[in-house]
């Protein structure tokens, strides 16, 4: 998925910039693979949603409390707090349990262990507190979310749910937490007292997360293979 080292990629322009440019075209690459929601079988739409559900209901508060854990500078810390306030002041996983339910796509054992090896993956690598290469995944997560939602709403208008709380307040409020997230990046990277180290493995969280993605929305049978291998086999 990445072509180019991190230190390539930061020595050629500023380096939050450059981070962002690259990540904005990994979620064009893979945005643009999605299997189209009405090609999907109902079956098959149902645990795209409960596969997302069992991802992102227990675990987007915890891998953004791993964030603030991690940085060091009070501007990362302010704004990763405002998320987090944000996201426990409205209750964002009840806002997803609602919607999983209304589509009929609360998840089963089966969706939950179909994502639970790369989101074990996922959660040690939150586990080491790395600030700068967090805040890049959670940034990269963020930039995904705000651009998913439409296709998310679709799955489940098409799975005759019509609760859209969810998907219309992430589609908006995830716009501005990529935005402080870049920001927040600046500020930590200021503040990095060997920049090499820091750009050492700067996309590790979001290959794993992108691993991620791809169970959730293919299942865990074939993981190594693309997306858009999977569209054309017909999975």
């Known amino acids: 998925m990445m072509t180019s080292s991190s230190a390539d990629l930061l020595s050629t322009e500023p380096a939050v910039g450059a981070i962002q440019r690259h990540l ?10 999605l299997p189209a929601p009405e090609r999907l079988s109902a079956e098959q739409r ?122 219309d307040v992430h589609g908006v409020c995830d716009i501005t937490h990529t935005e402080e997230l870049y920001r927040a990046l600046q500020a930590e990277m200021t503040l990095a007292t060997d920049p090499a180290a820091a750009a050492e493995n700067l996309f590790e969280g979001v290959e794993l997360l992108h691993a991620l993605i791809v169970d959730i929305v293919a299942g865990s049978s074939a993981p190594r293979r693309s997306i858009r291998r999977l569209q054309l086999e017909g999975v």
């Open 46 to 167: 149902r645990a795209v949603i409960a596969r997302y559900t069992a991802v992102l209901e227990g675990n987007f508060i915890y891998w953004m409390t791993g964030a603030w854990l991690a940085v060091k500078s009070d501007a990362a810390r302010a704004k990763i707090m405002e998320n987090l306030h944000e996201e426990v002041r409205d209750a964002h996983p009840l806002m997803m349990r609602r919607f999983a339910t209304a589509a009929r796509a609360v998840p089963t054992e089966i969706d939950v262990l179909a994502v639970q090896k790369n989101l074990t993956a996922v959660r040690l690598f939150i586990g080491r507190l790395s600030a700068v290469r967090i805040i890049v995944t959670m940034a990269f997560f963020e930039g995904l979310i705000q651009r998913f939602m439409p296709y998310l709403a679709e799955l489940a208008r098409l799975q005759g749910s019509e609760e859209m709380e969810y998907t």
């Open 24 to 33: 904005d075209g990994v979620i064009d690459d893979l945005l643009s693979s």
